[in-house]
């Protein structure tokens, strides 16, 4: 039997609407991960604190209030400093084509506008994640 | 003899109406498209035909009746929109308090009576502009509130005897309201005369919204605060809208919003009369807030339904006497929701269904979202175009010549118990876990909706719910057009200054004092409105009258339950 | 630099994926928690157990954040249920914890039950000895909360805290003999509800009526998780427990039968597994279940057939 995936869903961002987040949250523990949801209003830096404790395979994070631009590339920066790159970064929130390409090169994986399908969400991060654990080496 | 034969008249009409039924039932189902699922945009089972079985229980009198008449179930005014059209109002908000002022001077040139303030999301959760949470928050969304001082730059120059302002702002709404307050005494305005509305419905941001500052608690005593300070000094100002359109923006079907929004107000009626208020004297100020989402029928049977079932709680469960605090009154926003980014000119098509859902569903008032919504602030002919699909359906379409049309549609009336039922079984089951606030602690409200919205959202993922131009009628290769919000910084640069300029203007001594009172009248649960007027006097300002009740109330933390 | 070295310097990120590790039974698993714990470790356990929504989490938070800033450090397991059908899971106790966040005296780690059904997930035990390898003064674990009582929390805790809220009179009625089995403290949080007088004197008259010269006190505390009113009774009523069963020679008596347990247990999960992979290894239940279903054989002798045969192979 393989691991169970483990990812870590977040909220940043003053916002409270977690309608989406909440959603992606039951189609990934219903596609049978294992979904550590750390809640609203979260900072880069408690999301990275989290991740690393729960060594997740994947950390999504959820941005609408606008503040995309800085939060992903925070988020990525803390990650590497806390030796936790190998780690998925994925998110969702309204951006540009432009911006998503700029994210992807500060290392977001994976950005998903407006009414994804969470099928083509998941797949994607069993994908990645079976990629990942393919160049792993043991502890 | 008369009787039995009419008995036996009615019981003949009966089986010949069930033959037919039966009849038309066998030819439908040969023709019928048995793959694709019948429900409504809240997922409910949906019959192919309505007949006079299905309305047989209704006593015209009893449960539809007249206009202006219990139980209002066709509106709250005898004459409707023949007498008064309903409110076209449309919110905004933007930037520094100085740019709200000046568009507030032009809305007001055009003659426009009404103003509506948006806050951005710092105010929203009582944080000042300079807190490290509010970083690249400051002035989005809508005007940023510090102290008085910014109060007084959005309405500098207005006379505010003259106008009526509308507050999107709860948990800290009694904080603004009392800057409301002390703005217009400045201008020898007293409060007595003040006209507006607060939105200062704290239960729905537990449930949906998710801006809160307070445990439950403690908010809905400020609110009650409000409520009995407005009842007493403020007989033209409207302390709260009970607001179900967010609710149904987190993902609520027509009923969950329908349920729940009521259930908040009866919970704040509830609370009030506990305070010691006389419902008569302030039911009459309460009004509603909805969504209009895209089940055209649905949606209307929702507005019939709530009238119907407030007039009733009102008079029997509430024992008002007079007819005012029978009459549900509402505001309608079109569903933000069903926008979507994809092929945005839909949108128009959508509001202009939802809106029109809105009309025949009575509304007091509408604001129609612009087409461009779900990506970035409303461009100007956006806006504009948002406002024209209003009056069209005035001008054009015919729907206001008669008063609430759809009534004795089979489907209507059917679909408007079925509202009704579903809706107080919702308040049994609330009243089962021990009210509305037990329920938020526990979280069933919330998963009630997070398990509608998922459901919805699996419905589109398997293509069993088209949205057109998103999961069908897709372009290929759309480029959908992002404008990029531009985030001028130096908004938060100069409320920085401005709280700056507010401390040091102002008497520390004082300010210390007017905050330890407040703690006190806190602790003493005394009416804490005059507390909250005395600090805002003193350029004390929203972070630090927040912290100071956050001091004696605690903080909420959203509860862990998905 | 291996991840066991970090691990041993006290890096969280090393502590976190040995965890990951040993969680899933990977490869050495076995003898990465054999060199794990022989390291030097004294952390002392506090198990939180209680019905759903009675606070366990809130209340985590609230000693916890005592704890550290008391110098201690502290590791937490929380447990929440795993699907039975998709084997997913959603892990929320955190949202609960936010005083403990960007702490580095506090280890967070959720998990999954993964089918185990004793309010503890299946790998606790040996996440709770790596967190004390670790150098945790205090593991804390708070269990499922599945609404009945969770028997293998006493198996991997010193002190066993059971949370209640007023509206538990009636479990307390029918639980009664369970509950004084497990619990050391009863705690009944959500003092602020109408209720929380009675049902302290009633678990306090329960408690009375168990009392016996030879059996450490129990007690029972009032909290309110909201305001953190009763929190330091209840982190008193912990010491003070603690305190009597180390003086006393029954913190030494429980850990030897928890060990006890722990190695029937490791038997048990062999036992079964082996049975499961090699039940049919000489064709033979395949040919028994044809005749049960054929009504050839009854259930039990059937049962007997493979019985013997397996064990006499
Ligand atoms: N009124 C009141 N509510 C409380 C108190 N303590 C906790 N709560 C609320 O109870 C709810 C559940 O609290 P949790 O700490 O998540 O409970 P739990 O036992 O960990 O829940 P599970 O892990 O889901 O079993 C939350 O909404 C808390 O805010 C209290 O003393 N009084
Ligand atoms: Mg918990």
Redesign the interface.
Known sequence: MSDKIRILLAKAGLDGHDRGIKVIAAAFRDAGFEVIYTGLRQTPEMIVDAALQEDVDAVGVSILSGAHMTLFPAIRKLMEERNCADMILFGGGIMSEDEITELGRKGVSKLYGPGTSTIEIVEYIKGAVAKKRAGEKLV | MAEIRNQAEISEQAEALKKAYAEWKTAADATTNKNKKYVTVSSEQVDPLYTPADTKSIDFLRDIGFPGEYPYTRGVHPSMYRGKPWTMRQFSGMGTPEQTNERYHFLLSQGQHGLSVAFDLPTLMGYDSDHERSLGEVGKCGVAVDTLLDMEKIFKGIDLGKISTSMTINAPASVLLAMYIVVAEKQGVPAEKLRGTLQNDILKEYIAQKEWIYPPEPSVKLIVDTIEFGTKKMPLWNTISISGYHIREAGATAVQELAFTLADGFTYIEKSIERGLDVDEFAPRLSFFFNAHMDFFEEIAKYRAARRIYAKRMRYKYDAKSERSWMLRFHTQTAGCSLNAQQPELNLIRTAYEAMSAVLGGTQSLHTNSMDETLALPSDKAALLALRTQQVLAEETGVINTIDPLAGSYYVEAMTNRMEAECEAYFAEIDRRGGVMRCIEEGFLQREIAKAAYTYQREIDSKERIIVGVNGYVLENEQIDIPILKIDESVAELQRQSIKKAKSIRDQDKVTRTLNDLRQACRDNKNTMPFIIDCVRQYTTMGEICDAMKDVYGEYIEPPNL | M???DDFVRRD??AL??????IE?R???YRQ?LAAVSRLPHQGYRIGITGPP?SGK?TLVDALVLRYIQQGLRVGVIAIDP??PF???????????M?HL??RDSV????M?S?GESGGLAAATRDVTKVLDAFGMDLIIIETVGIGQIELDIVEACDSVVVVLVPESGDMIQTMKAGLMEIADIFCVNKIDRPGADRLLSILNSMVHERQTASSVEIRAVGTNG??GEGVDSLAEAIEKHRGVITTGGELERRRGSQLKAEIVHAVRDRVVRQLEETIDFDGQFEHVSRQLASGELDLYSAADMIYDRYFRK
């Open positions: 291996s991840v066991f969280k990120r976190a994926r040995i965890i990951t590790h899933n990977r490869e050495n990465l929504g989490s795993s699907s998709t084997g997913g899971a959603l892990l929320g106790d955190r949202i609960r936010q966040v960007n280890f967070i780690r959720s999954a993964r909201m305001n």
